[in-house]
């Protein structure tokens, strides 16, 4: 049972997604057009990250391949104020990148604010330090939209901590 304390820490959290999911579509008045929710992406990609220079190029360079059989495909990597090279290594990449400020430099506040971002049907989180399946993305999207109950389709992760590992779904 959730107390009023539980309630005010979450209500920011609830309000924030409330907003962003459209249970009809949005008016003129709230500041959308009805042409741009019709043309919202189908998928996003929201990487985040902070401190991940040893790992951050491995992870974007399978997101952006596996992303290419999806051309509208959205890929946001949202930094959680890395003071290392993350930002530098990340600027190779054609993908949009935000610097979340903070605190709390959580992986929740990370997925948080791209998910603010990504306006897409479905949206694909990934931790900096993990890399995608090249097939992932195709066999998630598939599983979505084969099940339109399902609200998540998840796989096997494997964090990427130096060496040569490449794959993780």
């Given at each position: 049972?959730?107390?009023?304390d539980?309630?005010?820490?979450?209500?920011?959290?609830?309000d924030?997604?409330?907003n962003?999911?459209?249970?009809?579509?949005?008016?003129?008045?709230?500041?959308?057009t009805?042409?741009?929710?019709?043309?919202?992406?189908?998928?996003a990609?929201?990487?985040?990250?902070?401190?991940?220079?040893?790992h951050?190029?491995?992870?974007?360079?399978a997101?952006?391949a596996?992303?290419k059989?999806f051309?509208?495909?959205?890929?946001l990597?949202?930094d959680?104020?890395?003071?290392?090279?993350?930002?530098?290594i990340?600027?190779?990449?054609?993908?949009?990148?935000?610097?979340?400020?903070?605190?709390?430099?959580t992986?929740?506040?990370?997925r948080?604010?791209?998910?603010?971002?990504?306006r897409a049907?479905?949206?694909?989180?990934?931790d900096?330090d993990?890399?995608?399946d090249p097939?992932?993305?195709?066999?998630?999207?598939?599983?979505l939209?084969?099940?339109?109950?399902a609200?998540?389709?998840y796989?096997l992760?494997?964090?990427i901590?130096?060496?040569?590992?490449?794959?993780?779904?």
């Amino acid at each position: 049972k959730l107390t009023n304390d539980d309630y005010e820490y979450a209500k920011p959290f609830y309000d924030f997604v409330k907003n962003s999911l459209y249970s009809e579509p949005p008016t003129e008045s709230e500041g959308r057009t009805l042409a741009s929710f019709s043309s919202i992406s189908m998928l996003a990609i929201v990487v985040i990250a902070r401190n991940e220079e040893l790992h951050i190029e491995k992870c974007l360079a399978a997101v952006v391949a596996s992303a290419k059989r999806f051309p509208a495909t959205r890929i946001l990597l949202v930094d959680s104020h890395s003071t290392d090279k993350t930002i530098a290594i990340a600027n190779k990449f054609p993908i949009e990148i935000y610097r979340y400020q903070g605190p709390p430099f959580t992986a929740a506040a990370g997925r948080r604010v791209g998910f603010g971002y990504a306006r897409a049907k479905y949206v694909l989180f990934v931790d900096g330090d993990c890399c995608i399946d090249p097939d992932w993305i195709e066999h998630g999207l598939e599983a979505l939209e084969a099940t339109p109950k399902a609200g998540v389709a998840y796989g096997l992760r494997r964090e990427i901590f130096g060496g040569d590992n490449t794959a993780a779904a």
